[in-house]
T-cell receptor, first 111, second 113 residues
């Protein structure tokens, strides 16, 4: 079982719709969770971090964490073509700063 | 936010040669940096943890003699790919942590011909 799993997609949504990205993880001891966006040929950039159960909102982005279900998601409201990218879910391993990434979900927002 | 600079951004080398990639934290000190490798359409795979003033910690399956890591100062870590082969062609990315956030370098696209 992979430590972090995501649907690879591609996920296609129309402009203005809500994009929903999902991620599950295997280590129940994980405390820190991150969503990164990666454009082709570029390095990842942090979108959201979440540490507690529940929702965390930042602009058009909402991260949701459910530790009991070992599940973390990212919602993107009012999706824009510029949101088209690969979204990587990551957990921090051993609280030492090491990040373990999922395989990424490719999102395509159609105008 | 903090800035991590990686150099070079692209390098092409011949099989059998060695390539050095630098990762610098520009506005903060980083006692620990991380090196990742990413193949096309794949996720980032952690290769090793670079520790300032001590030996790097390598992930399982990563050859430490092939991927030499040196972290000689609080702002610089280097990754040297020794005796490179075409299968080493990949996107190499470093990161450093400040507060509770990882900051990534721009990445290095290595092509071994």
């Amino acid at each position: 079982q992979k430590e972090v799993e995501q649907n690879s997609g591609p996920l296609s949504v129309p402009e203005g719709a809500i994009a929903s990205l999902n991620c599950t993880y295997s280590d129940r001891g994980s405390q820190s969770f991150f969503w990164y966006r990666q454009y082709s040929g570029k390095s990842p950039e942090l979108i959201m971090s979440i540490y507690s159960n529940g929702d965390k909102e930042d602009g058009r982005f909402t991260a949701q964490l459910n530790k009991a279900s070992q599940y973390v998601s990212l919602l993107i409201r009012d999706s824009q073509p510029s949101d088209s990218a690969t979204y990587l879910c990551a957990i921090e391993k051993d609280q030492g700063g090491k990040l373990i990434f999922g395989q990424g979900t490719e999102l395509s927002v159609k105008p | 936010g903090a800035v991590v600079s990686q150099h070079p951004s692209r390098v092409i080398c011949k099989s059998g040669t060695s390539v050095k990639i630098e990762c610098r934290s520009l506005d903060f000190q980083a006692t620990t940096m991380f090196w990742y490798r990413q193949f096309p359409k794949k996720s980032l795979m952690l290769m090793a943890t670079s520790n300032e003033g001590s030996k790097a910690t390598y992930e399982q399956g990563v050859e430490k003699d092939k991927f030499l890591i040196n972290h000689a100062s609080l702002t610089l870590s280097t990754l040297t790919v020794t005796s490179a082969h075409p299968e080493d062609s990949s996107f190499y990315i470093c990161s450093a942590r400040q507060w509770n956030e990882a900051f990534f370098g721009q990445g290095t696209r290595l092509t071994v011909v």
